[in-house]
């Protein structure tokens, strides 16, 4: 089509489509001004029912001239093609402006008033436009609204005498709109249009209410994974108050949206100029308010009242200081800091307890995204699962002043969720509720309890903020069930529940191809398996986690998992470049994740880059403060560092938090080994079970540091039969060249440790990134081949100390 010209149209461009017709950009050669025209795709231009819809959209609209509807110049046929030229619009349809997102609640006002005065048009004149939705509204780049797409408006009486008997076509309503059938879009649809009643303009203010419900909360009113589970929705249930979703919404506003969804229709708005007065009072009341709030604050400092103010201003700021002095000894101070502990699964089935992990879980990601608010990590939260909970002593321990608590009851379909935020410094509610809803919506509860606790701890936000806060996880309810199963078993970081993982996450992504948080849980856990554990060679695994990460960026760019994801691939890669810079976006989006603090930490140590490597290691400890892995961490760094005795403290420190941690004893050992304290050094190993220091595919590390140990202590043959047992496990098990090259380099091998680190290169072993800063490769750094292999590495050659 582009180049062709339709009778004294020159297509120029196809600008988009749908069911109901293809647009293109075109120059009306006669006029000389571009214009938009809209075909009927060719696979439904032979149905005489779409066809006759077709000309009736230009018919009734055409019988309309309103500022905020689009302006049809006329319509024709050429070679059998109909078509409508029409205004052609610049900017974008108010679903694309939604996206998910808040909007403003004066652009709210605005474009409100302005629809409900095109709907209020179209309505005098007896049309009827039945299919009002975010699509169907298009705002210019000046912030006009106009209403599109005519094609499913109902010509009533009125209607026909405006436009002509002879103008209409032959097709008769009932077969244009057949008695119990259901045009429009699904969720936008009225109870009536559900119902398959007759429709009148109630069912467009309906509509409407739905439409300004998404555009002050970015979800929709009414949701469901099936068209039966929408229609329920419309007919029985009431949506989420608009203010849980979004507390900045006015009341008044919440009101003109509630009365406009009301599911009688004689109790629903009954004019579109009725909906038009109450958002034009509310704009005005609005506006007034902030004009006499600015007016007020002029006249505070006029010249007149100069001392009078400064007088005032000196007892205020007294004031304020008293006030903080004593708010602040009774514990009411602003809370910057929460945790939220794990929900209890009250419904007595085991089976059920990925739903509770999940919702509490769902909750801290919405809440660690927020500015200014500390929010504690899921590993030293869910510590306290299945304890009581003495609410002071857990917040001094966990470092917070709230504790959001909750538990959780399934039966069957059913799902009763409650939670409750208490200020743990006086162990006072400050919030609860209660939620009932289907299985279903369970994603929905973790949205309206961030939401909620946000608003109750007074947390400022950005509308960015909000729209994030706001954000859906999930359009198919099933897939975010298999989600939460993905997540519940990732957790528990084993290879075989890893693999379980992948498989549920997997299974998400094929329910919704567009869940983008599916996608990210699926590439994390390809790096836990293949990167962080090397359950898997990276290699196999690798690629997919990147790809799996790219995907979920491509899909939302916004989201801070994806971003720490496709980081810890992009690490484990050796694409140092691109690493730093998704660690860096993962955290500037999501600013209380520990593990992207930790991981990141851990790439900077690689980097020799310690003063930074700590600082975010420490920063991960203060948000996640009981996790021994995170306290592990900067163990690894001080050893690096070459602080042994500070290493060997915080390796303590975190055996304290859990004492079966095979890893650190390990490398409390090596600390006492580069200190020449070996019988220390293999004292602490025999704190390790057999089991866990047995040469598998699951401790490489543990049993590889011990051959270490063996080696640099002069136990020659105990190192060497561990080097064979490494050996004999690369016959059937994938078996990391790195951690066997580790050996030779105790035993001063270096021609066999070197050629282990070239297969491991080949490999593209993820242990390579701590070839620079590992104390193994100490007594090697003088030969050109370590140079050579930290040069294609692209590491630099000298950590700083």
């Known amino acids: 089509m582009i180049g062709q010209t339709i009778s004294h149209y020159r297509i120029v461009e196809k600008l988009g489509g749908g069911g109901m017709g293809v647009v293109y950009k075109a120059e009306d050669v006669k006029l000389h001004r571009f ?200 007919l029985e249930r009431p949506p989420v108050s608009p203010v849980r979703m979004n507390p900045d919404v006015p009341m008044k506003l919440e009101e003109v949206v509630n009365k406009a969804l009301e599911k009688d229709r004689n109790l629903r708005y009954q004019h579109a100029l009725e909906m038009k007065a109450d958002l034009q009072r509310l704009k005005r009341d609005t506006e007034s308010s902030k004009a006499t709030a600015s007016s007020t604050a002029v006249s505070r400092w006029s010249w007149r009242t100069t001392l009078i103010g400064a007088v005032a201003f000196v007892s205020i700021i007294a004031f304020i200081a008293v006030a903080a002095f004593y708010l602040g000894r009774n514990g009411h101070a602003p809370i910057n800091s929460v945790a939220v502990l794990p929900f209890s699964n009250a419904s007595g089935d085991p089976n059920t307890e990925y739903l509770s992990d999940g919702i509490a879980e769902g909750v801290i990601d919405r809440l660690s995204g927020l500015p200014n608010l500390k929010v504690i990590s899921r590993t030293s939260a869910f510590r306290y699962k299945q304890r009581d909970v003495e609410p002071q002593r857990v917040a001094k321990e966990l470092g917070v002043e709230a504790l959001v608590t909750g538990r959780v009851i399934q039966r069957g379909d059913d799902l009763t969720v409650s939670a409750e935020l208490v200020d743990a410094r006086e162990d006072k509610q400050l919030w609860g509720e209660q939620y009932r809803r289907k299985v279903a919506d369970a994603a929905s509860v973790q949205q309206e309890i961030a939401t909620a606790i946000s608003g109750n701890l007074r947390v400022r936000l950005t509308s960015e903020d909000k729209s994030r806060l706001a954000k859906s996880s999930a359009t198919n309810p099933e897939a975010y069930q298999l989600y939460l199963k993905g997540r519940y078993h990732a957790n528990q970081t084993t290879a075989p529940e890893l693999k379980k993982a992948i498989d549920y996450f997997q299974q998400a992504i094929d329910k919704d191809p567009g869940y983008a948080l599916a996608y990210a849980g699926l590439a994390d856990t390809y790096c836990q398996l293949g990167g962080e554990y090397e359950f898997s060679p990276a290699t196999q695994v690798l690629p997919k986690a990147k790809a799996a990460a790219q995907k979920a960026l491509e899909l939302d760019d916004t989201l801070a998992e994806a971003h720490a994801a496709l980081a810890y691939a992009e690490f484990f890669d050796w694409d140092w470049l691109n690493a730093e810079r998704e660690f860096k976006r993962a955290i500037e989006l999501n600013p209380s994740n520990a593990l992207s603090h930790m991981r990141y930490g851990e790439f900077l140590q690689t980097r020799a880059r310690f003063s930074e490597a700590l600082a975010e290691g420490k920063r991960a400890q203060e948000l996640d403060p009981l996790s021994p892995y995170i306290v592990s961490n900067l163990g690894f760094a001080y050893l690096q560092m070459q602080h042994y005795d500070e290493s060997i403290a915080q390796f303590r420190a975190a055996i304290d938090l859990q004492s079966n941690i095979p890893v650190a004893h390990a490398f409390i050992a090596v600390a006492y080994a580069m200190k020449g304290m070996y019988r220390q050094a293999l004292a602490e190993y025999d704190q390790i079970s057999d089991q866990d220091k047995a040469v598998a595919p699951e401790n490489q590390l543990i049993a590889d540091t011990l051959g270490w140990i063996y080696a640099v202590s002069g136990r020659r043959a105990d190192a060497l039969k561990i080097a064979l047992e490494f050996r004999q496990l690369s016959t059937h098990a994938y078996v990391d060249c790195y951690s066997l090259g580790t050996i030779y380099a105790g035993l001063g091998e270096k021609d066999e440790s070197f050629g282990l680190l070239e297969k491991a290169y080949d490999q593209h072993s993820p242990e390579m990134v701590f070839l620079a800063v590992d104390p193994f490769w100490y007594g090697m750094r003088s030969d050109p081949r370590y140079a050579n292999l930290l040069r294609r590495l692209g590491i630099p050659e000298q950590p700083t100390q």
């Open 35 to 234: 214009v938009a025209l809209k075909f009927l795709p060719e696979d439904v231009a032979k149905d005489a029912q779409a066809l006759a819809r077709f000309q009736r959209e230009a018919q009734a609209a055409s019988a309309l001239n309103h500022p905020n509807i689009c302006t049809i110049y006329e319509i024709d046929e050429v070679e059998g093609r109909a078509f409508i030229a029409m205004e052609l619009l610049e900017g974008q349809t108010l679903r694309h402006k939604i996206a998910g997102k808040l909007m403003e609640i004066e652009t709210v006002l605005d474009l409100g008033i302005q629809i409900a005065d095109a709907l209020d048009a179209a309505h005098s004149k007896g049309i009827v436009h039945r299919d009002i939705k975010p699509a169907n509204i298009f705002v210019t780049a000046r912030g006009q609204a106009k209403v599109l797409d005519f094609g499913l408006a109902k010509t009533t009486l009125v209607a026909r005498k405006m436009i002509g008997e002879s103008a209409i076509s032959t097709v008769g309503d009932q077969q244009l709109t057949s008695p119990g059938s259901t045009l429009g879009t699904v969720a936008y649809m009225s109870p009536e249009q559900v119902r398959g009643k007759e429709l009148d303009p109630r069912t467009d203010l309906f509509s409407f209410g739905a439409v300004l419900y998404e555009m002050c909360t970015g979800t929709l009113p009414f949701r469901g994974d099936t068209s039966a589970l929408i229609f329920n929705a419309i």
